[in-house]
């Protein structure tokens, strides 16, 4: 869906993308994570040849719209008859409704009249403004107005939605509405690329989750690979609570009492059916037993730093 290789892209003296490599396969939901400042927006920019990288290439939808630092205009045409896109920064017809707003956007994509008004209802009705359609957009809140961008995005109905920072601004109930927007459009078999700064805004709707810092793309897995990764370098964390106490003298696990018969027991692999046993072995019992993965948040704070 989206290949890019080893693209760079300097402002004067900012090398905003640093030989940048990324992959996102057809029915992926990727989030693109990274601090401030990573190159983020500077990469779905080059993306959608809305500034001119000097280096790299490429691909969007199978059709390689960029390389030899130069865009093919006509495939790039093409492949962006497809993707939906929501910016970071859009300004909206203030004086506007959603509907005359749509039906403007549906124009751009020569859609008929009677396709324009089919698919205005679907995704206003879904991004739900569908209530507000006939109201002037210059009244309408931040989340409203995400809201009427992604209805913007999904006008044509693409395979591809690339969406910068979607969610920000959004409340807890609107970011988990925009969560199960996301969710429908795998469920439609779409593509979903976006970025975001926040782990929480990623973790639960992402299937891979590809990590920016400084131009380059330092890490590109599921989450559970993440996670499992991190597992294995950080260890696994057990509390354990036992019926009555138990010696943990001459394992070779890293065992800290944290109160009476509660412990906390580090080790590098998963040790659980061993520790049942070595608890057995003394004639105590396992009341619970809790494994701590690591969050995303803290996998991502180490490896920003
Ligand atoms: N038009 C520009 N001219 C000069 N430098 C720029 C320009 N746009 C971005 N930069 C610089 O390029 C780097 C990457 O910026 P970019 O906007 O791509 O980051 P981002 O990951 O989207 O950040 P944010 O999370 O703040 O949106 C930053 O150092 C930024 O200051
Ligand atoms: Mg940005």
Redesign the pocket.
């Known amino acids: 869906m989206i290949t890019v290789d080893n693209l760079v892209k300097v402002?004067?003296d900012?090398r905003?993308?640093d030989g940048l490599n990324l992959k996102v396969k057809p029915g992926q939901v990727y989030g693109f994570l990274?601090?401030?400042?990573?190159?983020?927006?500077?990469?779905?920019?080059s993306l959608l040849g809305l500034?001119f990288p000097q280096k790299g290439r490429i691909e969007l939808l199978n059709e390689e719209v960029f390389r030899n630092g130069r865009f093919d205009e006509g495939k790039l045409v093409k492949a962006k008859a497809r993707i939906g896109y929501m910016p970071?920064h859009a300004t909206l017809w203030e004086f506007l409704t959603p509907l005359q707003t749509l039906d403007i956007i549906g124009k751009a994509f020569r859609m008929s009249r009677a396709e324009r008004e089919k698919r205005a209802e679907e995704v206003l009705k879904l991004v739900n403004l569908w209530e507000v359609k006939n109201r002037k957009v210059g009244k309408f809140s931040k989340g409203m107005r995400q809201r009427l961008l992604l209805a913007q995005a999904l006008i044509n109905d693409p395979e591809l939605l690339i969406l910068?920072?979607p969610m920000t601004g959004l409340d807890p109930k609107g970011i988990a509405e925009f969560k199960d927007i996301i969710r429908e459009q795998r469920k439609a078999g779409k593509t979903v690329f976006f970025?975001s700064?926040i782990l929480a805004h990623v973790e639960e709707v992402c299937d891979t989750v590809g990590v920016?810092v400084k131009?380059k793309l330092i890490l590109e897995d599921s989450i559970e690979n993440i996670k499992r990764e991190f597992l294995r370098k950080a260890g696994y964390t057990i509390i354990v609570e036992t019926n009555r106490p138990v010696d943990f003298s001459g394992v070779g696990w890293n065992v800290t009492p944290l109160g009476e018969n509660k412990y906390r027991v580090v080790s590098q692999e998963d040790i659980r059916e061993e520790l049942h046993d070595f608890v057995a072995s003394q004639g105590a019992k396992i009341l619970t037993m809790q494994v701590k993965e690591p969050s995303l948040e803290e996998i991502f704070l180490k490896m920003v730093k």
Do not use: M, Q
């Open positions: 402002y004067r900012v905003a993308l990274g601090p401030n400042g990573a190159g983020k927006s500077t990469t779905i920019l500034i970071e910068d920072e970025s700064h920016i131009g």
